[in-house]
């Protein structure tokens, strides 16, 4: 089931280093990017069917043809490695496995857009990532891949580095650029968006490392060789991630369409000590999780999940068996979201505190079940009443626990003596 | 006059003004949306959602108003039923965290979140966990006091830091539910406008030290008003009171809103000028340093004004324009010389190009354009040689040293005309208490040529006369407001075909009145 393709060098000792990723044909597509008009390679991109892979899934190529023409500003690429939704682990290979993959992909989607400065947003966490990256770009300068001439062409692009703080809501878009602009990271309401009003208020494309990566492939290969991947409207390849309670956790590029519990048990080994299923998070935190029934007609595709209510997200699939308190796992996931939370925006704000105490309360045996049915509303009150999606990103998945698994709730409530009193 | 527009709101077509956002073009109209970061002055943040409309047919169908311009044939929801969850929703999360302690909040009965809970939310708190919380009774320099667990975080204060004083000294800190405005250690609000953020601060989260728990908002009487404590003229509201067997005090002077003067907001220097209105106040009437009625000291200036060969008078900059023509009336049938001498009014350098002026004084405009002698030599000479000297209202201990002051005096008598009992004042031979300018109606010229008229704001139990009536007294021959105006007319050409009723409330621009009165 696994595929080579983006993760075709990161098995290779030291493809990190430039000479070692040359001899594995790194930076041979730019011979023909360089030959090809920029509206050729925006087509190719488009006709590839390349969708962002930083979880929204929106088309690339159609996205760099948002870019307002002649406004006399100039245009920048920023490079979103915040990679923080958890249970997402894939781009972290690409910057250490294969940076220069990423580099390459850099300036295919530079000259593509008309762009000659490049800012990659990288979490503060990846450490040894940045290190790896910064020396990859270094040699890139040196070898003339970047800097005034590129590949010997009359183009110039920099790159540099922005290493984050520590917050999720950097890998939002609008707030990824207040952050590099050296402002407090809050996202921006929109419309405008980057395309026409973006970093230092110029047209911005923003692109999730997974996406720019896959450029040389189209590129090299073509259209075609991309779709002959994954399904018709969700062509291509994924690095998914998988975790939590598998036999075989770990990082597998796989092409987009698989039957998601094929490649839990074939991929990742099934669930683990011979335990039952119990659900599926299918594209890191955010998204709703899956019940097994639900996972048996999943596919591994943007449209099988939207079917199914769910998302297809970052390619972290979590998987839980049946020993996991879904209590337990709310508290943590509303944890998260709470302490992410910009507070910028009111229901955000205030509101997902207020959900995490209830369901502390409830876990404590304090609950009755007008607090469950408060959180479940809550839900709904909170959802996309905000600037950014980050109060969704914890709402959505909320709900479906609330949904599916309520008689977990239920049974924390009943625990509470004083509340069985108070339903009498 | 901007362009107008036609749109839908709830269905029902209104005409509003073109280019602004749909808070204030329908608001424009007497159509209320709710909103708590969004100011006119500060632009649009979109942080506190209050302001979620729908769109019919519109992508997206929910958008905030303050970020949304007003377009033609937009149909705009605002009474629909998921509208109106909305506005209950997100009510309910401003009020999760926030203390309700409003019978001790200064802010109680001018507060947004009471106003708009009475009319979006009304229902019974179903916060039954501990709320946040965060710091009390901070001082925030500049006498700004701030609570933060009242506030709603709107970022109003933040912004008008950033954006109108450009001092930057405030910023939210920290994430989520505990996201606080603050300074930074050590650096307190230190720029002359902080005061500012108090009637900014839609909640009581910033309050004032000077009006802390003085007095509850629904006492005070709101009275419009022009700021007299500098040549631009700050439109005020004075807010005063008359407690059960007291005298009406003003409590506080707040910003008015006048786009051609002073924006949304004024200096902190004007905003505590209300304390000389009540304070350091002359009440009586005094012969030499005894109180006498003031029947008795008038007859007593008749009697020195018969007596004196040649008299000399002095205008406060402050005066009105009424007064002013009132006394230059005086001064033409006495023979005497009228001075307007008063730099002692002027700090040079003071002023900052925003609203603060140099010139402490509200209307020398109004000397110059009634031809009066503002120069300290034609005074000088003319008090010298003056057996009799009228000061009406004019500080003089700002221009002199009490020293120089008592030696230019020699051998001649003062008449001091006065609000305030000053040590100019002390000097004179005979003082006549007068009221001020919260207390008599009048007009002023500001630095930039607008005149502006304002109303009397209050009365003292002991209402004092206005300069007008005082100059009449002693002999001015304008006796009714209608005379002193016609002289106003005579002087001030934009004034001519006016009524005196007629001056518009945001005041009349000179400058553009005498261009057009310029014929080829």
Known sequence: MQVKILSAKFDIKDANKIKVAKKHGAYSTLDKVFSMPPEDVIELVKNSGLRGRGGAGFPAGVKWSFLPKNTGKPVYLAVNSDESEPATFKDRYILVKDPHMMIEGIIICSYAIGSHDTYIYIRGEYTTQVKVLQAAIDEAYKAGYLGDKVAGRDFKLNVTVHRGAGAYVCGEETALLESIEGKKGQPRSKPPFPAVAGLYGCPTIINNVQSIASLPFIIAKGAEAYRAYGTEKSPGTHLFGISGHVEKPGMYELPLGLPLLEVIDKVAGGVWKG??????IPGGSSTPVLLPEEAKTVTLDYESMAAHKTMFGSGGIVVLDETVDIVHLVKNLIDFYHHESCGQCTPCREGLGWMLKIVKKILRGDGSMADVNLLRELCDNIEMKTVCVLSAACTMPVRSYLDKFRHEFEAYVAKNDSSAAEAK | MADKIKLFVNGVEVEVEAGKNLIDAVGAVGIEIPHLCY????????????????????????????????????????DAAHIKKIQHDVMELELINHPTDCPVCDQAGECKLQDYYMAFDQAESRMNVPQVVKGKKMDFGAGVVHDQERCVV???????CRQITKTGELGIINRTDDARVNIFPGRPLSNRYAGNVVDLCPVGAMTSRDFRFKQRVWFLKKAPGICHGCAKGCNITIDHNREKYKD?????????????????????AGRLSYKAENEGRLTEARLGNKARPIDDVLAACTREIERAEKIALVLSPNCSLEQMAAVQALAEKLGAFLSGYSDGYIKPGDGDGYLIQDDKAANRAGLGLLGIDCSREAFESAVQQAQLLINFNNDLTRSYKESDLKKLLQGTKVIAVSSHDTPGTALADL????????????SVVNCDNILQSFAKGLSKNNDLADICAIAVQLGSPLGSPKERFALLQQSISALKDLEPDKIPAQGLNLNDSEAANVTA
């Not at chain 2, 709107?154 to 008008?160: A, E, L």
């Open chain 2, 154 to 160: 709107c970022g109003r204060c933040v912004r008008f």
């Open chain 2, 248 to 268: 009406d005090i003003i409590y506080r002077f707040r910003p008015r809103l006048n786009e051609q003067v002073n924006g949304y907001f004024i200096c902190d």
């Open chain 2, 39 to 78: 100011h006119p002055a500060l632009g649009a943040d979109g942080n506190c959602r209050m302001c979620l409309v729908g769109i019919e047919d519109g992508r997206p169908p929910l958008v905030p108003a303050c970020k949304t311009p007003a377009m033609a044939g937009m149909k705009v929801l605002l």
């Open chain 2, 431 to 442: 003082a006549i208490p007068v009221a001020s300018y919260s207390e008599y109606a009048g």
């Open chain 1, 275 to 280: 335990r039952k299923l119990k659900g599926v």
